[in-house]
């Protein structure tokens, strides 16, 4: 597998391999770390510092603190790093100094966050997601219907998980139809490390001339979704959006939608075939899904390498002081499995009480996109496994290639069959 710039992360591979047999549990060494306590600090491969935190209530201590910035890209000048590890990014982003986008709100801090924030939430509305929950229901058996067309055996992966959230974030955005192939073609190759840097550099400009074009199609003839949505409501907005505004805002959508959402889709299709017994209580009783889903979001927590801050000042947590500048990694599968919030937090339990967990984040930055990915999983899963009963794996567990090198965790593609 050729390396891919994406895939190349300073953490060390002990943070983030699975052990043999286990691909659901946090590595065997984020394990230790929680054991030693919830504040501890690593020395990354690029011999920066990284302080991780493995606790759940200290966890939500550091997401709600926004003396914790996420202005992770621009602060990289602040941490006297080598041009190469500026390179690589202090906390592994592979960006240079200085290259966030005008409107990439997720690397933001208030206010300039809060003004973004409040254009998009306003677009978010109870109308446009009850739509796209009718669309994300004709997409899903639209994909699994062309696999049983197609025969008895796909991979979940290419044929299911990726097409889906992103054919949905092309409703979001109001991507046309006759584009849509050339738009998800592109978001693919930048996701997947099979590709040569070049190819996804490549596919990563041509997304960027796709969505200048798309913004500046909605400024001619705007329609219902919600780059027109927030072209109109601009008008209100201070100081109105600008091209540039609206290109970073749509790649961030597509950023933080369309590879969190497919590898969750993929993942719990996976772990769900792992767990036989939980499959069964789900079939048994389908109005489990809604807990299914925030439990999967529990168990899998796919965020592995993230959320990541940079302390603004010395800030204590848990009695451990973590100095200016310091970069800071909320270990999300710690922090979801913390034993003094869960009982037996190791079990995937579908029929487990609901209680808040830190997939999809916490604080002022908290998934923006979270009720429709819990609509796309909800969906996504329940129809998956009532259209195919006899889904299965078409290869041994132990031979699905995890993607323990990615940002986000999951599966590089799930060879299914059925009967
Ligand atoms: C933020 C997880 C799906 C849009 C976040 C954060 C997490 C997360 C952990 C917080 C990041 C931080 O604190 O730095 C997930 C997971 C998903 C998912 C696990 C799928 C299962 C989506 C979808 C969309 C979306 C479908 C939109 C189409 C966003 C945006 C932010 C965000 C825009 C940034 C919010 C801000 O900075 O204010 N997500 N997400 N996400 N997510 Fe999601």
Redesign the pocket.
């Known amino acids: 597998r050729p390396a891919s710039i994406i895939g190349q992360r300073p953490f060390p591979p002990e943070q983030v391999e699975r052990r043999p047999g286990c691909p659901f549990d946090p590595p065997a060494a984020r394990e230790r770390l929680r054991e030693d306590g919830p504040v501890s600090k690593i020395r990354l491969r690029n011999g920066a510092d990284l302080w991780v935190i493995s606790g759940y209530d200290e966890a939500r201590a550091v997401?709600s603190d926004v003396r914790f910035s996420?202005d992770v890209i621009r602060r990289t000048s602040s941490f006297n790093l080598t041009p190469e590890q500026v390179a690589e990014g202090p906390s592994g982003c592979p960006v240079q100094e200085g290259e966030r986008g005008d409107g990439m709100?997720?690397?933001?801090d208030p206010p300039e966050?809060t003004r973004?924030?409040r254009l998009?939430i306003s677009q978010f509305t109870v109308r446009r997601m009850k739509a796209l929950e009718t669309r994300v229901q004709e997409i899903a058996v639209e994909l699994i219907e062309a696999m049983r067309a197609a025969g008895t055996r796909a991979d979940l992966v290419a044929d299911f998980a990726l097409p889906l959230?992103s054919l949905?974030?092309c409703e979001?955005l109001g991507v046309a139809y006759g584009d849509r192939a050339e738009f998800q073609e592109r978001s693919a190759i930048t996701l997947n490390t099979g590709n040569t840097a070049e190819e996804q550099a490549r596919a990563g400009a041509g997304l960027l001339e796709f969505m200048r074009t798309l913004v500046a199609a909605k400024r001619e003839n705007p329609g219902d979704d919600l780059l027109s949505g927030l072209i109109r409501g601009d008008l209100a907005a201070d100081p109105p959006l600008s091209d540039a505004e609206l290109v970073d805002i749509g790649l961030?959508?597509?950023g933080?939608?369309?590879e969190?959402?497919a590898?969750?889709l993929a993942l719990s299709t996976f772990a769900l075939l792992e767990h036989p017994d939980q499959l069964a209580a789900l079939r048994a009783d389908p109005a489990l899904i809604d807990n299914a889903v925030e439990e999967l979001?529990r168990y899998l927590s796919?965020?592995h390498t993230?959320?990541?801050?940079i302390a603004t000042e010395d800030l204590t947590v848990a009695g451990v002081t973590i100095p200016a500048g310091a970069t800071v990694l909320?270990s999300?599968p710690t922090a979801n499995r913390d034993a003094a919030r869960w009982s037996a937090p190791e079990r995937l339990d579908l029929t487990r009480p609901r209680s808040p967990h830190?997939?999809?984040?916490?604080?002022?930055?908290?998934?923006?996109?979270?009720q429709?990915?819990?609509v796309?999983?909800r969906i996504g899963l329940a129809e998956l496994f009532t259209r195919l009963p006899s889904l299965r794996l078409a290869v041994p567990a132990t031979e699905i290639p995890l993607r323990t090198d990615m940002v986000?965790f999951g599966v590089h593609s799930l060879p299914v069959v059925w009967d």
């Open positions: 997401l996420s709100f997720i690397f933001m966050h973004l924030r998009l959230p949905v974030i979001l961030t959508l597509l933080a939608g369309h969190t959402t590898n969750m979001m796919i965020v993230g959320p990541r801050r909320v999300v830190l997939g999809f984040g916490h604080g002022v930055h908290q998934c923006l996109g979270q429709l990915a819990r796309e999983l986000i």
